[in-house]
C-alpha cells in the first residue's frame, strides 16, 4: 500500500469538494478499496473518510424508505420494515458476505463495488478497466466468472454485488450530491454502465459526487425472491444471481420485475420479460419463453459459455418457486 493523506469529512459539502481534486477517493466501511489498495489496484493521493457525516438512517418518507448511504448492510438487512415489505432486499444481503463484512460494509460503498476480475486484482496483467488500452486479458485467458451480456470488446467483467441486484428488481433510486448543492435522482437500473469503450467507468458518477442514500419505493408486495447460484455456499461470489417480484391476482401474472447479478458489467434488467408476463397464466411453457427473451444475445467467450444455459434454468426455476408451477 502506497502512502496517502487522510481527512475526515465533517459535512457532505466538505466531501463533495476534496472528492473532485484528482487522486482522491471516498472512504466509509472500506471492505473493498482498501483491499484495492493492498494490491496497489487502487493508490489514491488522499482518502475522504465519509464516517462522521452520520447519515446512518433508514427513514419512512412520502414514496417509501430512505436509506442513508452509510447504513450498514446489516442494518439494512435486519430492519423490521426491509424484512416486511422490501424482503428480496434482506435477501440479498444476507446472501452477499459474512456476518463481519455486512457489519462494516456500507450502502454507498456497496454501490460503488469494483469488480472481482482476476486480471482487475493483479496489477501484472493487462486490464482496460484497471488501465485503458493495455487490453483485457480475460478476452483469451480465465474467463469462467465473466459477463454473457452488456460486455465489449475491451471488457468482459461482472459486477459481483448483490445488494444492488435487489434494487434494481426493486426499481430503487439513488440520491448523488454533487457541486450544485440540488442532489439529483436516478435509478438504481441506471446507475451502473456496460463497458462499452470506456471500461474504467463503473457508474454513471462524475468528480465531485457521492451517493447519499437510496430511495424505496412504496411497498410492492408479491412473492420475493432472491436465488443465488455459487460453487459453495458459505461466502462466494454468485455465477449468477436473479431477484425477483412476482404478484399473481385471478391466476395471471400481475407483476413481474426480474434483475440478474454477476451476467453483465452492472445488475441486468430487461424490460422485455416484465412485458412478456404481464397478464399470462404462469406456466413453464411461459417461463421458457422468457428466458429464451433473457439470453437471445447473450455471448459467452469458452470458459463462461457454462453462464447461458446456468442462468436460464435459474430464471425458469425461481419464477416456478415464486408462481407454485411444477418445474
Given amino acids: 500500500?502506497?502512502?496517502?493523506?487522510?481527512?475526515?469529512?465533517?459535512?457532505?459539502?466538505?466531501?463533495?469538494?476534496?472528492?473532485?481534486?484528482?487522486?482522491?477517493?471516498?472512504?466509509?466501511?472500506?471492505?473493498?478499496?482498501?483491499?484495492?489498495?493492498?494490491?496497489?489496484?487502487?493508490?489514491?493521493?488522499?482518502?475522504?473518510?465519509?464516517?462522521?457525516?452520520?447519515?446512518?438512517?433508514?427513514?419512512?418518507?412520502?414514496?417509501?424508505?430512505?436509506?442513508?448511504?452509510?447504513?450498514?448492510?446489516?442494518?439494512?438487512?435486519?430492519?423490521?420494515r426491509i424484512r416486511a415489505d422490501y424482503p428480496v432486499l434482506a435477501k440479498?444481503?444476507?446472501?452477499?458476505?459474512?456476518?463481519?463484512?455486512?457489519?462494516?460494509?456500507?450502502v454507498g460503498g456497496n454501490l460503488g463495488q469494483r469488480t472481482r476480475c482476476p486480471y482487475f486484482t493483479n496489477i501484472d496483467q493487462p486490464c482496460n478497466k484497471r488501465e485503458p488500452g493495455s487490453g483485457c486479458g480475460a478476452l483469451k485467458g480465465v474467463a469462467r466468472i465473466h459477463a454473457i451480456l452488456g460486455a465489449s470488446r475491451h471488457c468482459i467483467?461482472?459486477?459481483?454485488?448483490?445488494?444492488?441486484?435487489?434494487?434494481?428488481?426493486?426499481?430503487?433510486?439513488?440520491?448523488?450530491?454533487?457541486?450544485?448543492?440540488?442532489?439529483?435522482?436516478?435509478?438504481?437500473?441506471?446507475?451502473?454502465?456496460?463497458?462499452?469503450?470506456?471500461?474504467e467507468l463503473d457508474n454513471i458518477l462524475q468528480p465531485g459526487e457521492l451517493v447519499v442514500a437510496v430511495h424505496l419505493p412504496a411497498p410492492v408486495g408479491g412473492t420475493q425472491l432472491y436465488r443465488k447460484v455459487r460453487e459453495r455456499s458459505s461466502y462466494a461470489f454468485a455465477l449468477c444471481s436473479v431477484a425477483a417480484i412476482?404478484?399473481?391476482?385471478?391466476?395471471?401474472?400481475?407483476?413481474?420485475?426480474?434483475?440478474?447479478?454477476?451476467?453483465?458489467?452492472?445488475?441486468w434488467f430487461d424490460e422485455r420479460l416484465s412485458q412478456l408476463l404481464f397478464g399470462e397464466r404462469a406456466s413453464m411453457a411461459l417461463f421458457e419463453k422468457a428466458a429464451d427473451v433473457l439470453i437471445e444475445e447473450a455471448r459467452g467467450v469458452g470458459d463462461n459459455d457454462y453462464k447461458i444455459p446456468l442462468v436460464r434454468r435459474t430464471l425458469i426455476a425461481t419464477l416456478c418457486e415464486a408462481t407454485e408451477v411444477s418445474a
Avoid: W
Fill in 1 to 80: 500500500m502506497r502512502d496517502f493523506e487522510y481527512i475526515r469529512a465533517g459535512s457532505v459539502k466538505q466531501a463533495v469538494g476534496i472528492c473532485a481534486e484528482a487522486k482522491t477517493k471516498a472512504i466509509a466501511g472500506g471492505t473493498n478499496l482498501i483491499d484495492l489498495m493492498k494490491l496497489q489496484v487502487e493508490t489514491p493521493a488522499r482518502l475522504i473518510d465519509l464516517n462522521a457525516i452520520e447519515d446512518r438512517r433508514i427513514e419512512e418518507t412520502d414514496a417509501g424508505l430512505r436509506i442513508g448511504a452509510l447504513t450498514s448492510n446489516t442494518a439494512v438487512a435486519i430492519d423490521k
Fill in 246 to 267: 412476482v404478484d399473481v391476482k385471478r391466476g395471471k401474472i400481475a407483476r413481474a420485475d426480474l434483475a440478474f447479478g454477476s451476467i453483465a458489467a452492472k445488475p
Fill in 92 to 106: 440479498a444481503i444476507l446472501a452477499g458476505a459474512t456476518q463481519q463484512l455486512r457489519n462494516k460494509a456500507s
Fill in 157 to 199: 467483467a461482472t459486477y459481483p454485488g448483490d445488494m444492488a441486484v435487489a434494487m434494481a428488481a426493486l426499481d430503487a433510486q439513488v440520491e448523488i450530491a454533487g457541486h450544485s448543492g440540488k442532489n439529483r435522482m436516478i435509478a438504481v437500473r441506471d446507475f451502473h454502465r456496460c463497458p462499452g469503450d470506456r471500461p
